[in-house]
């Protein structure tokens, strides 16, 4: 797996059947990989050409095969906006597992109502993560508020939950790419495979040195490939 | 002047000529003009033909005519997120003044840092409006918020400031047009006339049947025309 | 219930399962939850989950829960340009209702053929409303004309009737937007939650006051919150 | 000329030279040209080239060469939203002049106040012309309703003026072609001389068949060439 | 029916109850109807709700109710381009026989080999038309180079057939509006209603002339309403 | 010179120094540089820099430096709409020519007017070229046509010349992207340098074989690097 | 068929009935015909209705005849990208064998992983093409990439394939029109037939006098029709 | 200054002496501001009002200010695809520079000539940065590239440097947006900021626990705030 990323299968525009194929073909050089949005058909295939082969629903994506990766020590905290933002959100957190990362959850967040903010902002606090993801889409404010309220980077994750005119992600993202709050960056509507291995890799560089201070360890996926 | 609204001579596209022809036409029969988005050649014929004129400064507007209007016990709040934003928002103002309307104005309030917003919020809680505008570029987020935080209804006036992808005020409108709080109605991009009128009839509206319970008095442009 | 506005759910992104929850925690601590936009499988769904509960039908929009809001006085004015806008115009009269509202409805008023818009004219000076809702499709124009008709706010409901280029909405909302009349203020295409939320807080705001001149009686969601 | 229509030198995008020299070479096989977009160093440079030959304003059109067409007996109906749409209004009137089409233009009608439509509408019936143009930016509303009142061809000449979203002409033209109203057909953002183009052909259809009856006279441009 | 045009039912957006029912009442006061955009289910319920009115097929339309129009004596020529076209121009040819107008079509007639435009432009001269319609979806070049070959005004009846960048009728209609062809204007993407009463206004303006000359009949929908 | 392509600056977003230093070290490798889309500053500071060196105008662009490059045989055929098209047409000519490639030109064809494009077909046949390049704004349909006549490779060369909608070469672009005439490929909007460059690889690929058949000789720049 | 290329029938927009008619018409005059995106529905029909005609397979695309064309000489390689690019890439493969093109297909090269790219150009180099095709969705990089490391023209095919913001192929052909390598030409998204005619063309131009070198033989389908 | 991140001031949209008065302000409690887009006339007008403050060109941005930040560390490796590029880059480094990080620079790599990015490459893996951020316009190919050949995060920052469709940044970051490289995210079009800030925050959390490592010494700026 280049960089510690895991092997990823695009399944819209692939057959079922070549999704299969394409699973049980990388199982036999890796122990997991992830199906990125799967239709329930591809999902029905992959599940049946592998019968014995563990699948886990992760959002819109799907992990297949067993067992779980190192811990790396990295540690990611990742927020969604409202309901509809989690299978997004689900899937970039679990290409960071897959990556040997720590996160923690929160969602139902929004943005109209900021008290809700306060508990999360406590529990990031506390866990002290390396790097931040939020998911939202509709006007995509709360990547922007989030960054201006921790000293971490923060990934935005724009999705396409929304309405009317710039209802397909494209208000969300707009709004994360004039964010005026530095050390916000984000990537593409839905693309929960890119926000999850991009936090995945900060994380990752920070506990390089964090598990050389601590254990003197050997951290994965770190330095220059 | 219709619905209360004051004369709007819409300068861009039209030679200063015709501008101050216009100007000169309307003041035969009305007090005060606006001239909205002047440039300085505007600017400059408009006076050199009315010398006798007062012309008042209101950000991309001009205020043409002596005088005051009176007053209708109307109360406006107007918001603006950052100094490049003023232009706009004064535009509204002088609008919303124009209707007889009391202003209170407040800037540089920003989202990113949402401490900022607490002493506006104080005030505005005080001065108690009938209406709230607030004027954003970039990803035009700071309308929503305040829409979450008061009671009353919140024009939402997204500015052309900005940058890159979205930059000329797609990304700040689009934000505003997803918002998910409810009482948040949007003009156009850098459209300070039709702010600063709507959210006037709604103060104005109000102000009808307060004045009715105070004091019995006359309530300007309410009413079905 | 924030600034009177009743709980809604958006229903498109969501699993019937997730719908039906939610409306069930939901209706715990309210009377009444609006569901937005349901497909046939939501709607469904909720029926079954909820077999006690009175589902109303609110064109693009359920009305889950027994009973009716107090009214507050408030008067608005909803005009459909056509057949075709009415399950969105249905939805903001739905939530402006259960604002405490008062709302006359009439439709199929058209811009091609201005004498049918004769009538409804003198229905709506007759009903003295603090705000009306104009919804349209197509082009649009619908607002902008009554907007030149009445002293009170207008607010623009584009919907995604239409056809070619523009008629997903685009056409309308820009129309609205360029629109001269001002007074005219806007919300995202098919955003009926959001025209019924601002119209009544609009209304509301005058109720507040006429009902202190004439009964001094308490006025709803009023004031800053 | 093709089809009766003048000779144009469309003058964006050539040097001042190259438009001069393309009148000069055209004008020794035919009476006028028509030079649509002129920049002043194009119009000055025009006039230095062509000393003798007179040059007539005709909006954001000049037309150059002495001498009228003949008359046709074809009617032309040419109404403007506001002041600003004039300059592309009298282009289109030019190019139908020229095609010996007599003109009768009416500016300044607005949408937002129907009103001010009745008087030029009486003109209009009095006239009976054979086609109508009417040309508008903003939301571009006038045209649809103009086709609504009258039983001839309406060409919608939309402008590219306007602010904002869609304030490049793109909301009018979208307005227009969305419109509800058959009969209503439209040119590009500007296009005066496709507007007034087309609108001859019509009325001069019309014509070749109406002086039959009247005159048995010879109609110009009709038929298929 | 207002301009002769007749009775329209826009299809999509409408229930197929709404559209029958619609149907069924306008048919107490006129003798067809014609309902665009229909859906099979659409279709289904509107034959079985008027057992006894014939319906007939016209491409993506339905032509409901008996008999046929009077003769205007105007003359259309419909063109083609290629086989995904028909549909809407047999919409537009639909309704211009409703307006009394004598259609003839040719089709299949491409752009990229001109050859094949030979035939039809023989045809065409010999029926000497008063408008010419010509529909066309990809790069939508057809109407400029029949434009540019016939001495009547054309209407461009732009497709939504295509692939890839602009292959929803974005290319098709911005080609059209483009056009350096004076005398082509243009209707909406797959707008055969617009076209078609456009060609037949055109028509019967001229026919109302040529029949005074032949016949001293009366004419119908000419003049201003 | 990578593929016998010659050295290119690209002028815009560089200033008139860095273009100047630049042409200056790479006229050390080789004998010409060409400058596209230079302004007069670019131009001026040039020919300072470069007191010795000749330059050449090619349009848009800029031929820096002495003498000839060797003919290769092959043979490019260009052809350009209007006289507006003709810089950015040169422009790809002389990048052809630097490739060895023997260029006849022609323009101010058209395409309303078919019958102008006669002589130019009659000239492309005698000479026989291994491609064509056409370069065309507005509209775009001139490459479709032409490539439906030749039975070699088109390349479309869209331009910026055009107005209202689309006029910024989008409509000309979209236009040739979806022509139905197999055989034409397209560069982007004003690509001289683009469209000639494969041209010419087009035609030194035939005129290797075709030079190995007559004479032998070596033929430059062709076969894989 | 016109300059070598196979007769076309573009399936969408056609019933399966049309496209089955179409093609059984067509094999009258000629031995094979290409159905370009057909779907299930219509490739079921073409079969029961030829049920004699052998059908192959071809991507998104049917061969619908037997046999094989005469050899002519000309070589193309066609690189893809990822799988789901593969069904576009097969339907230019097909059309250019139709023209007698021999063709090496690879695929699965990225753009991500460089080295993946080293044994196709090896491949490439030894097999001589005359032209190669990429096909690519996403970020579409890889046709420059290749187009930098080969001498011959490179036709870049954008696929559809991608996500979020730019998915539908916009990126991918925005991305190729940009590229700075000269020699690379683009055809519109997912437009296998273009692209695959556009590389025939380009081949068997310099087959047609590779052979006269190698065999003095008749090519076919070159010169100028 | 918030998160470590310094003062900017974004000068379009600003007078010049509202740049200069701010920067005043803000010199009296913190070192050094960042002006970000100042025209000649902004930096003519800060230098005079300030003319004991050194004043740096820092690309696109100016470093107003004396003395330098305390190094954290962080190590950044920043690579511009071209001249053009560098402006935008700078800003970039800038701001990273102002937050203590280390920055090795390198441009005029390019995408079209692979062996042009070896030997950067070398002198990155010796460097081993915490981040790499990669500025590129036109098809912005390079930060994928170079995503796929690195282990730690990219920072993606497409600038406006392109021509024709898509060649406002609009092609380069829609490629870097569907990058199928994990590992890279990105910021606005020209948004140097928002790279710098995003970059240093990445690499002072590495450098905090690798400072923690060798010195136990004091690292800035990491934390949550
Ligand atoms: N602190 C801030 N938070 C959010 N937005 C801001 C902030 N400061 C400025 N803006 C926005 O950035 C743009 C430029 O602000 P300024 O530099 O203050 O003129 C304005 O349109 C504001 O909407
Ligand atoms: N009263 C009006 N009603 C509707 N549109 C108007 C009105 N006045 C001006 N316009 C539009 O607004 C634009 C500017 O008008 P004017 O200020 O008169 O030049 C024009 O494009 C008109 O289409
Ligand atoms: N390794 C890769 N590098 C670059 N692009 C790729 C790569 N793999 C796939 N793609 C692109 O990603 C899309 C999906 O690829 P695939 O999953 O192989 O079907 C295709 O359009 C390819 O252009
Ligand atoms: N060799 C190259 N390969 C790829 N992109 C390049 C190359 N040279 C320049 N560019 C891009 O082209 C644009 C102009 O480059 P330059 O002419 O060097 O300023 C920049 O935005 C670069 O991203
Ligand atoms: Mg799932
Ligand atoms: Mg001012
Ligand atoms: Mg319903
Ligand atoms: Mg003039
Ligand atoms: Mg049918
Ligand atoms: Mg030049
Ligand atoms: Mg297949
Ligand atoms: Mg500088």
Redesign the interface.
């Known amino acids: 797996a ?4 895991p092997e ?1 299968v ?1 399944a ?3 057959t079922p059947e ?1 999704v299969a194929r ?1 699973c049980a073909a990388m199982l036999e050089g890796t122990e997991r990989v992830i199906v990125s ?1 799967p239709s329930g058909e591809h999902e029905r295939l992959v599940r049946q050409a592998l019968p014995d082969v563990p699948v886990r629903d992760a959002g819109r994506a799907l992990v297949v095969g067993a067992g779980e990766p190192a811990p790396t020590g990295g540690r990611l905290y990742a927020i969604g906006a ?3 933002d989690l299978p997004v959100l689900e899937e970039a957190v679990a ?1 960071a597992r897959e990556m040997g990362v720590a996160v923690k959850t929160t969602h139902d967040v ?5 008290h809700r903010l306060r508990g999360p902002l406590e529990e ?2 506390a866990f ?4 931040v993801i939020v998911a939202a889409g ?4 709360l990547p ?2 989030v ?7 923060v ?1 935005g994750l ?1 999705t ?8 397909d ?23 929960g ?6 936090a995945a ?2 994380a990752n ?6 598990n ?2 601590e254990s003197n360890g050997q951290a994965p ?5």
């Open positions: 280049r960089k510690g990323v990823i695009y819209p525009g692939k070549q394409i949005g409202g309901t509809s290409v929004g943005v109209a109502g900021l990031l606090r002290d993560p390396d790097c509709m006007e995509g404010a922007t508020l960054s201006g309220l921790v000293a971490v980077p990934v724009p396409s939950v929304g309405y009317g005119l710039g209802g992600g494209t208000a969300a993202i707009l709004g994360m790419l004039q964010s005026c709050s530095p050390g916000l960056s984000v990537v593409n509507v839905d693309n495979v890119g926000a999850g291995a991009t890799l900060i560089r920070a506990a390089l040195y964090r050389d201070t996926g770190a330095g220059v490939s």
